[in-house]
């Protein structure tokens, strides 16, 4: 059973273009979680999305930020316009739907590099 | 803001046990304590999760207090491998969504 796939592992943008980060959960998850990681910080809660539906966008920067996981395919978390700011390791993460015991799996991340 | 607390570092002799305590306090009666690790540039890696009671699978043992403000996570035989970030979280719920919230972690270092 594959584990959450993330593509691309890096990507250098340079700054004011788009920066498309791809994630394909687990088998049997519907549930998907978008996270980032600046340098040397810990993990901050992104966006959390069902198939079709965002969920909690609590954490998802107000512009340029947005977040889709539809119906088939992976999810897709979209930075337009990126800023050197934006430079960070973008994991996500997904789990069953069910019961909030569920265990919830981490990819390898995609490292986005602005310049 | 993470509903946990957790000592910055702490050092541990390889073949012993690792204790890594955590405080939760203001847990709430339905909220699942999870542990993850993070080895640098690499994805946090699932480690244990409980709700009340003391949990163990192959990789290490949680052990929860009976009031549940605090939990200790046992490696019961450190190695080098284990050297890693560890993260002590409480699995929120609310307003009809549910997520991880980290803090800081506490770096583990497994001296030889």
């Known amino acids: 059973n594959a584990g959450v796939m993330q593509n691309p592992r890096h990507l250098v943008r340079r700054r004011g273009q788009e920066a498309r980060l791809r994630c394909s959960p687990m088998?049997?998850?519907?549930?998907v979680y978008w996270y980032r990681q600046l340098p040397e910080e810990g993990l901050k809660f992104m966006v959390y999305?069902?198939?079709?539906?965002?969920?909690?966008e609590s954490g998802m920067p107000k512009e340029r930020f947005s977040a889709e996981f539809p119906k088939e395919g992976p999810s897709i978390l979209r930075i337009q316009q990126v800023v050197r700011g934006d430079s960070a390791a973008y994991f996500c993460?997904?789990?069953?739907?069910?019961?909030?015991?569920?265990?919830?799996?981490f990819g390898e991340g995609s490292w986005l590099t602005v310049v | 803001d993470a509903k946990t607390t957790q000592p910055p570092s702490m050092d541990c002799a390889e073949g012993r046990a690792a204790n890594l305590p955590c405080n939760h306090s203001?847990?709430?009666?339905?909220?699942?304590v999870y542990w993850y690790r993070q080895i640098h540039s690499q994805g946090p890696q699932y480690i244990i999760h409980?709700?009340?009671n003391n949990e163990t699978n192959e990789m290490a043992s949680l052990i929860i207090t009976e009031d549940r403000k605090s939990s200790t996570l046992i490696l019961p035989h450190a190695t080098l491998r284990d050297t890693a970030v560890y993260y002590c979280?409480?699995?929120?719920?609310?307003?009809?969504?549910?997520?991880?919230?980290f803090g800081k972690g506490m770096k583990l270092t497994v001296n030889p």
């Open positions: 993460a997904s789990s069953p739907p069910g019961s909030p015991g569920n265990t919830i799996y």
């Open positions: 088998k049997g998850h519907s549930h």
């Open positions: 409980g709700l009340k």
């Open positions: 979280i409480v699995r929120v719920e609310g307003g009809g969504s549910e997520k991880l919230v």
């Open positions: 203001t847990i709430s009666g339905n909220e699942y």
């Open positions: 999305l069902q198939k079709e539906n965002i969920i909690d």
